[in-house]
């Protein structure tokens, strides 16, 4: 991991380099997670705290000082969420050691995370190459030309299948409530 | 254990989902479109001869019918109808095409569902069928071809996991003669192997191999047998067909010849000067991209260059699937773009493709086809 790079670093384009950020702060994010969390946290709990930690950051993206250490922050969120997954299952955990102002500033989109944790849900059994679409379209911001030929399929192929993974989002958005 | 990355970009996915969605909501509206309405925009079928030498050849190129499509709904206009029903083969008589096809290649034939559509542009159906076994067979509902089957069964990629071109190969092949393909009538053109090195001949978790049908010289993309081998069980990720008739007619223009009538139809529009050509027999599908171009330049152009440009506003023209040998003749202009590299990488160059018998104009494309090509 790159030490104390600011938000400022990440910036591509007037866009977040979440990719990247993923990519350095892997190791970071994963250490403080294993240190922070005891066996009475499940695999599959630690690995949402993961992805719900860089999630809530792409969100808040455009209201945290970019020159503040980016190590800083994801240190704050993956913190705030372990002490949020102990109250949930009403485990009694210390992390008393977590002291960090510049938390106040992130919005840890608990609304939007449960939200989009029941959708995750639902699509569980849709077919790999339907969430690749949604993920290279969305995540990436790939073109459907471009999809097209890296999953050499057609374009019809992928607009057919994009069109209707994001309708079946749509509803499930809806009927969460929205 | 490592944790997994595409949750994080699945949230950020479902998230942008979501704010387009919300977007809809508050803005309340609906585009919706129930057809997709076919016009003819004064067409002209042209069904005269050429002459080419001393041989007197038929015209293959018709002038094309425009079609008016809409950003709507969809799901509807995708939707199997009754009248596009009349012009394919019934669902049985596809699904038992399937198993057939499933059966000569050993796998397990057990039909459990269907997501089968229409094209949004014509009546043809795609029957696709899923087997027990998580498979995902299609077939043409007009042709009665199998078309390509998919792995759909979830985790058959080992990011980690890497397996040699020779491996990959190994497999296709052993594939390719159980789908009955015979030794020589395909050979194989292009390996692309997924891997961190970005080096097509390292090993990879993923390798796809490209098999064509070759004429002399010459490669036929639209006689070719793509098949993905991944690394965890060194098996197929998918295995497709694709088999549109080629004409394989005979080359009566000269590369000279071609150049000049290329640049003769270039005339017809306001261009930069130019400042090279270069051609290339190659084998090529016919196409409306010229004949757009001539007719509506500034809108051809507009249209590229401006982000997000409404697809119904968009000209789309139906061509017949012809695929014939041809010139192709790309025409690079003068260079005075300045620092609108928008202009110069939509403008820069064009693509000709001239019938190697008829000399007629038969398809294009925007920039460099033989650069493109290459890097297929």
Partial sequence: ?178 | MDFDKNKIKTKIAISKIKEENDIVMENKTKGILKTAATALAGVILSTGVVFAGTMVYENIWKTPEKIELSSGDFEEITKITEESKKENMSEEKAKEIAINKLNEIQFNSNIVGTNHYKEYDSNKIWYRFDTEDNYEISIDGQTGEFYDIWNHNKDIQDLNKYITVEEAIETANKYYKLFGFKEDEYEISKIHSNNKSGNDTDPGFKIDIEYCKKYGNLENYYERISIAVESKNKDIDYFRVVNIPFDNNEVVKTEQEAIELALNEDKKIETNKVESTQAKLMVVKMNADAYNRINNKEKYYEAMQTPNYPNEERDYYKVDDKVRKAWVVVITYEDNYGEDTRKRYTEGKYSYFVDATTGEIIGGHPLDYIYSESKR
């Fill in chain 1, 1 to 178: 991991m790159k030490e104390l790079k600011q938000l400022e670093d990440y910036y591509k384009n007037n866009e977040i380099d979440i990719e990247q950020i993923i990519e350095d702060f892997t190791p970071y994010i994963t250490t403080i997670i294993n240190n922070g969390t005891d066996n009475s946290i499940s695999f599959e709990d630690k690995e949402e705290i993961y992805s719900d930690t860089f999630f809530i950051l792409w969100k808040n993206r455009n209201r945290l000082n970019i020159n503040v250490s980016l190590n800083s922050y994801l240190a704050g969120i993956t913190r705030n969420l372990i002490k949020e997954k102990y109250r949930k299952l009403k485990l009694t955990y210390d992390i008393s050691d977590f002291e960090n102002d510049l938390i106040n500033s992130v919005n840890m989109c608990e609304n939007d995370r449960d939200l989009i944790y029941d959708v995750e849900q639902k699509i569980k059994g849709l077919k790999n190459i339907d969430i690749e679409i949604v993920n290279l379209f969305y995540y990436s911001s790939m073109s459907v030309k471009d999809i097209a030929k890296k999953l050499n399929i057609s374009e019809f192929n992928v607009k057919t299948r994009l069109h209707r993974i994001r309708k079946k989002i749509k509803k499930e958005l809806n009927n969460g409530g929205i």
